[in-house]
């Protein structure tokens, strides 16, 4: 086999083969995810500190007290004489197993990782009345991984010597938002927000050719890299629907449609030819047909003196994505459409207690199942979190608060694939995520005339 053809099967294999064995991460990166290989990497949750505690849900929230980075319609809700600020940061703790299977029987691999970073930036001030603007800067996703599959081709063994590719990459996609929400009548709202997504995401391969058999060692490194650089605007609308709304308690229905649509990454690629010269061997610029999907987005929000409780539904149409190319020998990979379930509740005891601090807290626990937007070889990995917090008012009376919540997540299982009658093995991947949350300004009267006798 020549060494050009290698390289071929090494550009081809970097998007196609399932990591055999994922190693521990040393760099600074955000994401930690043999998964996170494809695509536009690892999704990030939206919402804030308080909205994450309860799983996420935040579609039909109307609040003068945070904000609501999730349905533009809900800055119509903003105060008149206020302005509300959210500033959120979390860490994480990774965990990965895989069982590999070999000619000495099973054995478990197992690699770790933490992070820490911040998660959004947000604000919302009034225009006019019943009229807002909202702005958010969050995470959209997150590529980070170190991992390497050996070489099965009886043919390269036996004219090269044994292969090892070796992957790696990290990377982030920002979203930045703007937009307007106006309560067009009483008890109707609607939202509209321009969707800013940019970032860079690196991914480089290598070769190592242990016991090499070819003359002089001129193959032992072939390396190559992508560089996917983003800047792409989209579209979101939303509305919000009060359907019990009194002074006691608000019911709203709350919907949002994402627009979606393509990407088109600027993606510059190198391959490398591991000579004493590093001879380039490939060097092209052009753009990626990678698309976001068109999301939709249902959801129910109760409030009332203590006790709050949301149910959100999420649709994500990512079958529009071509599936990449199959490699004889490599993990299938295909997109899927995929839909999400978040459930939240939020207590407080009571708002108003002078003498008792903790009957002011806020405390929250929500749910979130759903599935991972590729399938490998046909098989759906199933994803879920159980999340917690509670929010600390500031001052009495103060709408003010200092949000912490923790959150457990799994993707994925132990199980096993079956390719050309090798047995590869899943990676389980499950975290912990920290994370706090800080709401101000909103008891400030920003916009107050003051007036001297």
Same mark, same amino acid.
């Given at each position: 086999m020549t060494v050009r053809r290698l390289i071929r099967r090494?550009?081809?294999?970097?998007l196609l083969v399932l990591p055999v064995s994922a190693m521990a991460q040393t760099s600074s990166i955000n994401a930690f995810s043999p998964y996170s290989m494809y695509g536009v990497g690892e999704l990030h949750t939206p919402g804030t500190t308080a909205m994450r505690s309860m799983g996420g849900v935040g579609l039909g929230m109307r609040s003068t007290l945070m904000v609501n980075p999730l349905n533009p319609a809900a800055y119509s809700m903003t105060p008149q004489q206020g302005f509300? *600020?959210?500033? !959120?940061?979390?860490g994480t703790n990774f965990y990965n197993s895989q069982n590999k299977y070999g000619t000495s029987g099973q054995t478990t691999s197992r690699t770790s990782y933490n992070m820490f970073n911040f998660h959004d930036i947000a604000f919302q001030l009034p225009l006019a009345k019943r009229l807002g603007l909202g702005f958010s800067l969050t995470p959209y996703s997150s590529v980070g991984y170190r991992v390497s599959a050996d070489e099965q081709s009886d043919d390269i063994w036996g004219n090269i010597g044994r292969v090892q590719y070796l992957y790696s990459g990290e990377g982030d996609i920002t979203e930045?938002?703007?937009?307007?929400?106006?309560?067009?009548?009483?008890? *109707?709202?609607? !939202?509209?927000a321009a969707q800013y997504y940019w970032g860079d995401l690196d991914r480089t391969y290598q070769t190592s050719v242990a016991n090499n058999i070819v003359n002089g060692g001129t193959v032992n490194t072939t390396s190559g890299t992508d560089n996917y650089a983003i800047s792409r605007i989209k579209m979101q609308i939303g509305l919000q629907a009060d359907l019990i709304r009194s002074e006691q308690r608000l019911l709203t229905l709350g919907a949002t449609y994402d627009m979606g649509g393509n990407l088109r990454p600027k993606v510059t690629r190198s391959v490398v030819a591991g000579d004493i010269y590093n001879t380039p061997v490939r060097g092209d610029t052009t753009r990626m047909a990678t698309k976001l999907p068109a999301q939709v987005g249902l959801g129910l929000y109760y409030q009332d003196a203590r006790f709050v409780a949301g149910v959100d539904y999420v649709y994500q149409n990512w079958e529009q994505n071509e599936n990449p190319e199959a490699v004889a020998g490599a993990v299938n990979v295909a997109y899927r459409n995929t839909s999400t379930i978040k459930v939240g509740f939020e207590y407080t005891p009571n708002r108003m207690d002078v003498r008792h601090y903790l009957k002011r807290w806020s405390y929250r626990v929500g749910f979130r199942y759903g599935t991972f937007y590729q399938t490998f070889q046909g098989k759906t990995l199933p994803q879920y979190a159980v999340t917690a917090g509670f929010g600390m008012p500031i001052r009495f009376l103060g709408r003010s608060s200092l949000d912490f919540g923790v959150e457990f997540g799994q993707r994925g299982d132990n199980s096993s694939l079956r390719v050309d009658n090798r047995q590869i093995g899943l990676v389980r991947q499950q975290y912990v995520k920290f994370s706090v949350g800080l709401t101000l300004f909103g008891e400030d009267q920003w916009f107050v005339r003051y007036k001297y006798d």
């Open positions: 090494l550009a081809a294999g970097a509300l *600020f959210d500033f !959120g940061i979390e930045v938002k703007l937009g307007i929400g106006w309560e067009i009548f009483k008890r *109707f709202s609607l !939202g509209v």
